[in-house]
């Protein structure tokens, strides 16, 4: 009877030592698939640009810029936290290239592999670079 008396309260200390070790791993894990989301629509989003612009246009001969953008705007629109997205087209020869950056939030800063801790926004970027439809 004496021993049980002395671990009184042990119950409660291992629940609050294993208690943040799971709340950690938990957000680290909520964390990393909203990297992976995001990155995964920048990517779907790069590609929606970029498959759009090198459609020639029959009516005229050229190529429609300006859809390929919106597109690429109507996919991010299902990105989760993400700041100063940016769009950039570059065109070289017969290539389109286009270019998704962004800076995503996440909910524990921890994982950022700029430092431990530190506050700082994770920046995503993607490109996709498709050829061109001849004339």
């Keep these: 009877m004496r021993i049980l008396r002395t671990r009184k309260g042990q119950v409660m200390i291992e ?28 990517n779907i989003s790069a590609y929606e640009a970029t498959r759009t612009a090198i459609a020639l246009n029959p009516a005229n001969d050229t190529y429609n810029t300006s859809l390929a953008i919106a597109n690429a705007n109507n996919v991010l629109k299902h990105a989760i936290g993400v700041e100063h997205v940016s769009i950039d087209k570059s065109e070289s020869g017969e290539y389109f290239t286009y270019t998704v950056q962004g800076k995503v ?5 921890i994982i950022n592999p700029n430092g431990v801790g530190s506050s700082k926004d994770l920046d995503i970027s993607t490109s996709f670079t498709m050829r061109k439809e001849k004339k």
């Design 15 to 42: 629940f609050v030592l294993i208690l943040g070790i799971y709340l950690f791993l938990i957000g680290f894990m909520i964390s990393g698939f909203q990297i992976m989301h995001n990155k995964m629509v920048f």
């Design 105 to 109: 939030k996440y909910l524990f800063p």
